[in-house]
């Protein structure tokens, strides 16, 4: 396991608990010295958990597990035939996938994990987006300068705060479900039509805009029509205008984010307002939002997150690691029948390891990327 070098990121790839469960199965674990130090993991703890904390040796790894993918100098030390397991955004890591190709390196994403039920442990999108739908709500919560809760006092009432979330997959469920905790009145949509029921059950009012649903593969929404988005807004105004902070969260993995909320509709809110745009980085839910930074729009203020889980880097960090874990103990075969250690052996006929990996024995099975590769080249 590599120290994460990427601006901004603070998870790792492995928690100590992640590293008692491969050297189970067999695998000799070596970590970076000081790779977990900006989730609060020392070396003690990794050695004390059975990992070699003295170095990469990257030269000698059959498997390198990062959070970030590597960087193409790293790619050209492994051997031919190793293989990473990472996040790898296709459309900023192409540089990478050619030296992955180029140097016979096995490439698995974690956001290409199918989402099937079986799969369900592997699936580092959710587990992220838990922590950072959880984050939206304490962002929203802390910079709104009143309180979430109703308060009756002697000196008189504080009326709740009134949120609305708009998108309610995994992120946005646990941000509506973390500011009803903390007390505030809120309110969801979601374009999906089995969202409402969810969002209900989280405590939150569903808001009917009585518009279409538009259900998608995978769990997504499909995409919409430009006249179903300029009405979908048009009747989401009035919501977001009684809103005293709005959270943002609809987001597809690999595609630029759907424009939710236009300038002119947070121009609309109340001095002292706040926005919350989970998906700023992917070119965000709300006009003008910018991702790691907050601005002004008329009397609101707009919060653009940027890696938003690395915030919360120790619990991202222990659930990403069990996915991680999961995806590489599938992919791992006992040696010989009275062997127990394990051999990091891919099934490429099974649908979750096929479906996550990228390139293999020099080429590039991830159609999409092949496709761009080409359109690059």
């Not at 990121?9 to 008692?20: H, M, S």
């Not at 905790?181 to 809120?186: K, M, N």
Request: glycine fraction near 10%.
């Amino acid at each position: 396991m590599v120290k994460e070098t990427q601006a901004g990121e603070r998870r790792v790839a492995l928690a100590p608990e992640g590293v008692q469960k491969l050297t189970a199965l067999g695998y000799a674990v070596m970590t970076e010295p000081g790779a977990g130090l900006r989730a609060d993991i020392s070396d003690e703890e990794y050695a004390a958990a059975g990992a070699d904390p003295t170095g990469e040796r990257l030269e000698n790894a059959d498997l390198v597990v990062s959070v970030q993918p590597l960087r193409v100098d790293q790619i050209r030390r492994l051997r031919r035939g190793a293989a990473t397991v990472s996040f790898l955004p296709i459309a900023q890591s192409l540089e990478q996938v050619r030296d992955l190709r180029d140097c016979a390196v096995t490439a698995f994403a974690l956001e290409l994990v199918p989402r099937i039920s079986r799969a369900q442990s592997m699936d580092a999108l959710s587990s992220q987006a838990l922590v950072g739908g959880y984050r939206c709500a304490i962002v929203a919560a802390g910079m709104l300068r009143r309180f979430f809760p109703l308060n009756m006092t002697a000196a008189g009432t504080v009326p709740p705060a009134e949120v609305v979330v708009l998108g309610a997959g995994v992120a946005g469920l646990q941000a509506i479900a973390t500011a009803r905790r903390l007390g505030a009145v809120v309110k969801a949509y979601d374009v999906r039509a089995a969202a409402a029921e969810e969002i209900r059950s989280v405590g939150a009012q569903a808001i009917d805009l009585e518009l279409d649903t538009l259900e998608g593969a995978g769990g997504y929404a499909r995409e919409m029509t430009e006249e179903r988005a300029e009405l979908q807004r048009e009747r989401l105004s009035p919501h977001i205008a009684a809103a005293d902070a709005l959270i943002t969260t609809a987001a597809v993995p690999g595609r630029t984010a759907p424009l939710l909320v236009t300038r002119g509709m947070v121009e609309q809110m109340r001095p002292g307002s706040v926005v919350v745009d989970l998906a700023a980085e992917s070119g965000g839910n709300v006009e003008g939002s910018v991702a790691g930074d907050v601005v002004r729009v008329g009397a609101a203020q707009v919060w653009g997150g940027a890696n938003v889980p690395s915030q919360m880097p120790g619990p991202a960090s222990r659930l990403l690691s069990t996915n991680i874990v999961n995806l590489v103990t599938l992919m791992t075969s006992s040696a010989d029948a009275d062997d127990e250690a394990g051999v990091f052996a891919p099934d490429f006929d099974d649908e979750v390891v096929a479906g996550s990996c990228v390139v293999h024995d020099g080429v590039v099975r991830h159609e999409p990327t092949q496709r761009l590769l080409e359109s690059e080249d």
